[in-house]
């Protein structure tokens, strides 16, 4: 095909590439006008030549500021129109709304206050622990680091006092119970801001309270919920509160402790203790120790001083006390082993063994750890620790601080410690005995558990303690240490069932406490074991009972 077909758009007559004026028969160069033929720069009019400043009009001709009409001879404001004429604002349609719906504009819920109910529901009618349920719905919710703090101070406020909560309620409500749960349950957070939280101002209380009942589809109840904490407000002055002198109801209601579990208290301390251990609120921290065989006193000295929380030395020797951490689970840290979670009294429990290098130690009821953690890093990695516990999730537990700790001296195994193994008795150097228990010695820490238990739960328990401490105890070798220890406060689970087992195994006897325990506490050990009392000695409230088989 030839040049000029080639660049031929179509069949038609269109001028063909090859015929236009060739490139090169343009106008050259230097045919162009030369630049020099242009006006020089400085052929412009000079600044001289314009016109002078001077020769503008002078701002003092401007109308002066004095010639303005003065302010006496404006229109009076009496002139205006009088409000009574004006339209009155009722006959205007509402902003956004249709007529005659006198919904608030704003009806954007708090999102800590969602979440709160949420928890609150699974924690009081669906027997949810109210630390883990936390957890979950803070993980999923997506929540400012504020909102989570806030919910989980309304959530634990709200648990802990809510038995005076209730009784204030039923002054303005005849009947709490009967509501619908949820409602109910915005009530009584709704009055825990009011009793006991000061940031939050009353009307706003309120009126997140009637948001929220709306937000969950119960429209027809906003106005009771509007009245009732309106009422509240106005008469929280005058509620009529027991006396000391009505005994347990005085106890259950001013310190949200059930009626039967505040008779125990009474008939088991006297009357100004069981006041006390009521009445207990702790600061609220939590508790780390150092990984022995991995980090040194001064080491995790300097790891704490490099992270932003609050850390406090605490009574127990590697005890430190931390305040601020959020998500301390993904801490690099923790992750890495470097540190444990677990309060005093656990340790204490522990340390009580006194085991050394070498030792073949049992810890008979091990789940989730912590003690067993403590032995085997006491143990310098020496030695065996088995670690028994009766659910197969719960020993996952211990695998895994086993590996997060780096301890390679432990032996975990899904076993009830209430059959005995004939195979290794009178094999161990040490055994310890967290025996199942009420727990009412955390109520501080954890308020949900006081509502779970019951009279007859905690017969079962102590039916359950028995039998353990009697085939427990066979495993203990001639010369070895028993460890008793729980996190109650009922002498039922502990100074009468150590009583009790004395009588029936005279080849144990109770010893003295070690010296790493605090003084006051050492002091105060008796014929069955010691008492720790957290209003008393600032800790979590446990027994331990330190026995030899002689």
Known sequence: MDQEKKFTRSQGDRKSYGEKKPYGEKKSFGDRKPYGDKKPYGE????????????????GDKKPYSDKKEFGERKPFGECKPFGERKPYGDKKPFGRPAGDSRPQNNQVSGGRKVALEVLTDVLHKDGYASLVLDQKLTGANLPQVEKRFCTNLVYSTVENLIRIDFALSGFLDDVESLEKRVRDILRMSACQLMYMDRVPSSAVVDEAVKLTRHIGMESMTGLVNAVLRNLIRGLPDIKWPTPDEGARYLSIMFSVPYWLAQKLMDAYDPETARKICAYRGEHFMTLRRNKTMVSQQQFEQILEKKVWNAQKGKVLDAWHVQGASEIARDADYLGGHFSIEGESSMLAAEALQVKNGMQVLDCCAAPGGKTAYLAETMSGTGRVYAWDVHEHRVALIRAMMKRLH??????????????????????????????????????DKPDLKYRVSKES????????????ETCCKYVKKGG????????????????????????????????????????????????????????DGLEGFFIARMKRV
């Open 458 to 469: 905690v017969e079962e328990l102590t039916g359950i303690q028995e039998k353990l401490l």
């Open 407 to 444: 301890l390679e001296n432990i032996r975990p195994a899904v076993r009830d410690a209430c059959v005995l193994r004939e195979d290794i008795e009178g094999q161990m150097d040490a055994v310890l005995l967290d025996a199942p228990c009420s727990g009412l010695g955390v109520m501080d």
């Open 44 to 59: 412009k009019k000079s600044f001289g030549d314009k016109k002078p400043f001077g020769d503008k009009k002078p701002f």
């Open 481 to 536: 240490t028993l460890v008793y220890s729980t996190c109650s406060l009922l002498p039922e689970e502990n100074g009468l069932q150590i009583e009790k087992f004395l009588k029936n195994h005279p080849e144990f006897k109770i010893m003295s406490l070690p010296e790493c325990f605090p003084e006051s506490i050492r002091e105060r050990n008796g014929e069955h074991g010691v008492q720790i009392l957290p209003h008393l």
